[in-house]
């Protein structure tokens, strides 16, 4: 094990350095994450959005080193002081689940079909806390009621197939609270629910972040969820970072075009029924194949001819604002055109 | 007629091309019976964009695949153009068929892997008893070519070789091929990315111009439906709550489920505040629905008498209709 660099208060908890995930396939090499750097303090909520294939899920993946046996990653991982990248993996089996902890889309990823929900919360507790069989499982039932979910004591022997979806995800969300992370990493956590219930989900998350004082990472394809509970947002595109900022300055002065034409093409609540939506044309890029210049270029309304030839760097417009982009709009520019 | 058919008519226009009467939908196990669609009436007239929302489990897609025979009702009649869908045999149907079409939410599962676009394109013609082989082609180049695809691109490759989005455009030129005057669309952008999901809505708004056709949408997402509706029903465990305009229902709700399913929605503004209340619970299970109004469980406004009587869909304002003992519209 590599020794500890001395871990300084005023850092941010997580820092990524030129973060890059490479994956072999039959169709040649594919780059699912492209040079991202990215830092995330205590008690922040930073949001990642992006479309299908942006590499927002492996971004997430490369974090905690979970990522495919084939994968090959490059830069580095500074959770803490540490570089994740260089831990063993007993090290990194430690660490995980205690100080980094994952909800996913499909809360059955994390949960055992074959175990009461109570056990899986206990065996966590138990594993990484040390906590003997009777405290660990009374604290899992405390655990259960502070999610949410009623009749706690019943709910704890009962086994996941029982659950609702949304009781589902509390559970799932009690057994990543439990051992106190100091990074929650939430990948799309209420894409598979319905609205009603990913509202309340979405507070619970928001709740529970406030009163740890929490890290969280936000994974998303949806712009709303990132407008009403993030910090920080950044916006992946083709493996990259193409904008990152206090989620009201991305919302309100955007200066990647992505940025903008994404926002657009949500459908507004307070538009008049069959008002034509600003769709952004063609598809994104293939990543087997990355073009030179901008990925963004071909589907870019003020694309110019540089864009095609060079690729835009991460530039700071300001001490919390990046864009990768040659001709930004314009700062004064209102996010709905 | 019952007395409760003429309730359908009231809540909607006098000459409808598909009216829907007291449909009930039950699935039956061993064990337990689910009344999956529970007394659904509704109208929809020609040209028109009439919209189903609710949450999963609702009853909104077995409604949609008892309209098109995919599913059997129990009981209740669906009378397109006048005609009883319920009560034709099978060669009837298929004939009805070519006027009635339908898509799905997942583009790519409703393709076959196993041929090629031009080939899927053209099936319904064939079906359609359309012998001549270059009419079917000219006509299938043309729907590509109406849906965005190149035809020359197009037409001979495999799903797999196409996008979500793509394969959406393949099952939208499919169902037109044959020149429907219903399409029923089932969830049809939910599984698109939003840059894809836009254009795929602006598709399906122009291709209802162009082909005049009257559209039953589908949807879970609020934001979509108010993009391409006219009028918009709510349901809740296999009942209607609330059928209104649009515009009335998204302005004044007066179901207090579609109030909360509205309140529930995120909003892509930073500055919009978070929903101040929080909506409490789950849908029940439909194999035991609660007594009287079935929301009532959920309900901030339910009192005994909720309990006790199921409300019948009534109109509140004018051309809006609701399901509740209290509603929301006119209080406020």
Redesign the interface.
């Known amino acids: 094990m590599t020794p500890q660099q001395p871990h300084d208060a005023a850092s941010p908890l997580l820092t990524l350095e030129e973060v890059s995930v490479d994956l072999p396939t039959s169709r040649g090499n594919l780059r699912a994450v492209d040079r991202v750097n990215l830092s995330v303090a205590a008690g922040r909520t930073l949001g990642i959005v992006g479309e299908s294939g942006s590499g927002k899920t492996m971004l997430s993946r490369a974090i905690a080193q979970l990522l495919p046996r084939k994968a090959r990653l490059s830069g580095h991982v500074l959770f803490n002081g540490q570089d994740l990248t260089r831990l063993s993996s007993e090290s990194l089996r430690l660490l995980r689940g205690r100080s980094i902890a994952f909800v996913f889309q499909d809360p059955m990823t994390s949960l055992n079909p074959v175990l009461t929900v109570g056990m899986q919360i206990a065996e966590t507790l138990q594993e990484h806390l040390g906590l003997e069989a009777r405290a660990a499982m009374r604290r899992a039932v405390e655990l259960i009621a502070s999610v949410g979910i009623p009749n706690p004591e019943q709910r704890c022997q009962q086994y996941p197939h029982q659950f609702s979806g949304g009781m589902r995800q509390r559970a799932a969300i009690a057994i990543a609270l439990s051992c106190e992370p100091k990074l929650l990493i939430a990948d799309e956590p209420t894409t598979a629910l319905d609205v009603t219930v990913q509202a309340q989900i979405l507070h619970l998350l928001a709740h529970e972040q406030r009163q740890r004082g929490m890290a969280m990472i936000l994974i998303t394809h949806d712009l709303a969820v990132v407008a009403g509970r993030t910090n920080d947002a950044a916006v992946m595109y083709a493996g990259r970072i193409v904008e990152r900022a206090p989620t009201r300055v991305l919302f309100k002065h955007m200066r990647m075009p992505y940025t903008q034409a994404l926002i657009a093409a949500i459908p507004k609540l307070d538009s008049p029924p069959h008002t034509p939506l600003l769709a952004i044309p063609g598809l994104p890029p293939d990543p087997t194949h990355p073009l030179p210049g901008c990925a963004f270029a071909p589907r870019c309304a003020y694309v110019r001819d540089q864009c095609r030839h060079h690729t835009p760097p991460l530039v700071p417009a300001d001490h919390s604002h990046e864009f990768a982009c040659w001709h930004p709009i314009a700062s004064h520019v209102r996010a709905t055109p | 007629m019952t007395s409760r058919g003429s309730q359908a008519e009231a809540h909607g226009p006098s000459h409808p091309l598909l009216r829907v009467e007291n449909l009930v939908v039950e699935y039956a196990s061993s064990t337990q019976t689910v009344r999956a669609v529970s007394d659904v009436s509704l109208a929809i007239a020609r040209g028109e964009t009439f919209s189903l929302v609710g949450?999963?489990g609702c009853g909104k897609s077995t409604l949609a695949r008892a309209i098109m025979q995919l599913t059997k009702a129990t009981s209740g009649r669906v009378l397109f153009d006048s005609l009883d869908l319920t009560a034709l045999n099978a060669s009837a149907l298929r004939r009805v068929r070519q006027r009635l079409q339908i898509i799905f939410q997942d583009p790519i599962a409703s393709l076959n892997p196993r041929r090629r676009i031009a080939d899927i394109v053209a099936e319904p013609l064939l079906i359609a008893g359309v012998r001549d082989r270059a009419s079917r082609e000219s006509r299938t180049r043309t729907l590509l070519q109406a849906v965005g695809l190149d035809p020359n691109l197009a037409a001979s490759r495999f799903p797999n070789e196409l996008?979500g989005?793509?394969c959406q455009r393949v099952c939208i030129a499919r169902a037109l091929v044959v020149n429907p005057e219903l399409l029923v669309c089932d969830e049809p952008v939910s599984s698109l990315?939003?840059?894809?999901?836009?254009?795929i809505?602006?598709l399906l708004?122009s291709m209802k111009a162009a082909y005049r056709l009257t559209l039953l949408f589908i949807a879970?997402?609020?934001?979509?439906v108010?993009?391409?509706?006219?009028r918009v029903a709510v349901m809740y465990l296999g009942k209607l709550c609330e059928v209104a305009p649009?515009?009335q229902l998204?302005r004044s709700p007066a179901h207090p489920y579609t109030a909360?399913?509205l309140?529930?929605?995120?909003?892509?503004?930073?500055?919009?505040a978070?929903?101040a209340t929080?909506?409490v619970g789950?849908?029940p299970s439909p194999i035991a629905p609660p007594s009287g109004c079935r929301f009532r469980t959920r309900c901030p406004r339910a009192q005994t008498l909720c309990a006790a009587q199921i409300p019948p869909l009534r109109e509140i304002a004018p051309r809006q209709f609701a399901a509740c003992h209290f509603p929301l519209a006119g209080t406020t």
């Open positions: 949450e999963s996008s989005g793509q990315d939003v840059s894809i999901r836009a254009q809505i602006n708004e879970h997402d609020l934001a979509v108010k993009a391409v509706s006219d649009t515009e998204f909360l399913l309140d529930a929605i995120p909003r892509p503004d930073p500055d919009a978070v929903p929080i909506p789950e849908p």
